[in-house]
């Protein structure tokens, strides 16, 4: 049996969109918020209740931090799968903080867009800096078939 077992994986929509950062080194690296929610009918009042709960995920693999800045922005429903990480910082007062992450890293990491394909095409050819060439391969990648 392994001795312990660091594994994340979480369905919801995005809370903004993406930040993407570029380190000393020129890697960039991609952060956003994910809210993921609770649905349950009050059995008092027969209320129905929603509870969200907001993650924080940081994205270091170069290739998911490509797809996360040509396909994913605010609203964008993902499937995700990466490790729980506490880094400690220190405030501008001088306070020592804790910040509780999922981390995309490596190749235990894994982004799966999970939005219709109308409604990704539509978010990216309303972007004005894409040209028909952009849109159309799109398109392509979006209709692929399973094998099987």
């Known amino acids: 049996m392994a001795g312990s077992l660091n594994k994340v994986t979480l369905i919801g929509n995005l809370g ?3 930040e993407i950062r570029t380190t000393n080194e020129g890697k960039e690296i991609a952060s956003f918020t994910l809210a993921t929610s609770d649905v349950w009918k009050d059995r008092a009042t027969g209320e129905k209740r929603e509870r969200t709960e907001w993650h924080r995920i940081v994205v270091f693999n170069e290739g998911l931090v490509g797809v996360i800045k040509n396909y994913v922005q605010k609203g964008s429903k993902v499937f995700i799968e990466g490790s729980l990480q506490t880094r400690k910082w220190t405030d501008p007062q001088g306070t020592e903080k804790y910040t509780t992450e999922v981390v995309l890293q490596n190749y235990n990491a894994t982004l799966i867009l999970l939005d219709s394909r109308d409604s ?7 972007d004005e800096a894409s040209d028909s060439k952009d849109k159309q391969l799109v398109h392509s990648e979006l209709d692929d078939e399973i094998p099987f």
């Open 120 to 126: 990704a095409a539509s978010r990216h050819s309303s």
């Open 16 to 18: 903004k969109d993406p």
